[in-house]
Each structure stands twice: as structure tokens, then as C-alpha cells.
């Protein structure tokens, strides 16, 4: 609140520099409140040993790995785009996705309810689900998106063509095709398989990004961004059909 309260405030004379200040205080902020609200926490660690932290890091590995697969996957089409944009086009498309980052959010606060109990469903209550989390995304993610573009447009002035705003919405929309899969899938001790299937659909991203944003830039990246959370959602959903 405090960091987009700064932006607001200072959006006409705002720079690089003022920018990379606002993110430093507010993780600074952060660090000061999370520290004093677990310092009782803080102060167990001395009974940590080593084969408690060996043992913590085995387990929490093949989340390690996902956590990995992803951000590579989300990160792929940016190093592309370095290279093919102009600096201003790599600007916008960053705070694009930094937007879009928030906004992919929602999903998760969608399903939270219903993460511990996903195993639980029965087979006709986890198709209602299913369907249900998905035309909620298909409806909600109208409304965000246009928030997003007119906060882009008055917060930093960029300008995107209309194609961008239907791309863009499509990016979001096909999280909500396989969200729901995946939660099963990693209750069923799949998390393996979609750490791997993430790191192909970043190899698939980063070939598509190669031949898309050189021709269609910004509308390019997004492009390849589709196409491969396409092609995982078919991977996830087919892996999850396979275990009923």
C-alpha cells in the first residue's frame, strides 16, 4: 500500500531512481515488521541442527524444483525480449508482467478455500469445481485487466495496442484451464512431473519467443506466453485424467 501509495503520489516526476527508492523502503518496511512478529521464532533457531536442516531440505526439494520450473517459465519470454526491444517496449512489457503477476493472484485466492479439501471431492463435486473456477476467471479477469492497462496508461504513460489487451487477457484466463489439475496432481505426489513439465513448456516458450517478438514484439511475447500455458495445460490435464 505504502509503495503504490509513492507511485500515485509521485507518478509525474517518477524515475528510475525514485522507483528502485520506493521498492528499497518498502522491503525494507517489510523485513522490520515480518522480523518483530517472528522474533519468538527467531530465537528457536539456535536449537536448529544440521540434520534437521538436511532432512527439511530433502523433503521441501521437489518444491524447490517447481518453484524453479516456474519462475523460468514466467521469466523466459523477458530475456528474449532484452534483446529484440527497444527500452522502452522492454520497460512497459516488464511492468506489464509485474501487474500481471499481481493479477494471476486472484486465482490463488480463488481456490484457497477449497485446497485442502480438493482430494476429499468426489468426482461430480470436483467437476463442478472445475467449472466453476474457470468461468469465474473467464468473468473476473475482464474487469482487471482494463484496471491494469488504465493504471498503465495514467501511472507510466505506456501504450499498447488493442490486440495486447485481448492477448493479455487470454494470458491470464488459461491459468484458471488447469489450476485446479495441478493442486490435485501435487496431492497426488505429481509435483515431480509438473517441475518437468514446466521446464519443457520454457523450452517451447523460449523457441517461440525467438520467432514471435522479433516480427510482433510486446504482441509476440504474450503469443508465445499462450501457446505454451496451452500446451502445459494439455500436459496437466491429460496427467490428471490418467489418475482416475
Known amino acids: 500500500t505504502l509503495l503504490l501509495g509513492a507511485v500515485i503520489y ?33 530465537e528457536q533457531i539456535k536449537a536448529v541442527t544440521w540434520s534437521s536442516i538436511v532432512s527439511y531440505l530433502g523433503n521441501s526439494f521437489p518444491f524447490f524444483l517447481l518453484t524453479v520450473s516456474g519462475l523460468l517459465q514466467m521469466k523466459t519470454d523477458l530475456y528474449v525480449a532484452n534483446f529484440y526491444l527497444s527500452d522502452s517496449q ?58 491494469v492497462f488504465f493504471c498503465l496508461d495514467f501511472l507510466y504513460g505506456f501504450e499498447f495496442k488493442i490486440i495486447d489487451y485481448f492477448l493479455t487477457y487470454l494470458y491470464v484466463t488459461v491459468l484458471y484451464s488447469y489450476m485446479v489439475e495441478s493442486l490435485e496432481l501435487m496431492k497426488h505426489n505429481k509435483s515431480y512431473f509438473i517441475s518437468m513439465s514446466c521446464f519443457f513448456t520454457a523450452g517451447i516458450e523460449l ?23 496451452i500446451f502445459l495445460a494439455y500436459r496437466i490435464r491429460k496427467k490428471q485424467l490418467g489418475i482416475h
Not at 94 to 114: D, E, G, H, M, R
Open 10 to 42: 509521485y507518478h509525474v516526476d517518477l524515475n528510475v531512481h525514485l522507483l528502485i527508492t520506493c521498492f528499497a523502503v518498502s522491503f525494507l518496511l517489510k523485513a522490520t515488521i515480518l522480523a518483530f512478529y517472528y522474533r519468538r521464532l527467531l
Open 90 to 147: 522492454i520497460a512497459s512489457y516488464q511492468i506489464l508482467l509485474s501487474f500481471l503477476a499481481i493479477v494471476q493472484t486472484v486465482s490463488i485466492l480463488l481456490l484457497n478455500p477449497f485446497t485442502k479439501n480438493i482430494v476429499r471431492l468426489g468426482d461430480a463435486s470436483l467437476k463442478k469445481l472445475k467449472g466453476l473456477y474457470f468461468k469465474g476467471g473467464l468473468i473476473i479477469s475482464a474487469p482487471i485487466i482494463i484496471i
Open 207 to 229: 523457441m517461440l519467443c525467438l520467432i514471435l517478438i522479433p516480427v510482433f514484439g510486446v504482441s509476440g511475447a504474450l503469443l508465445s506466453g499462450i501457446i505454451s500455458r
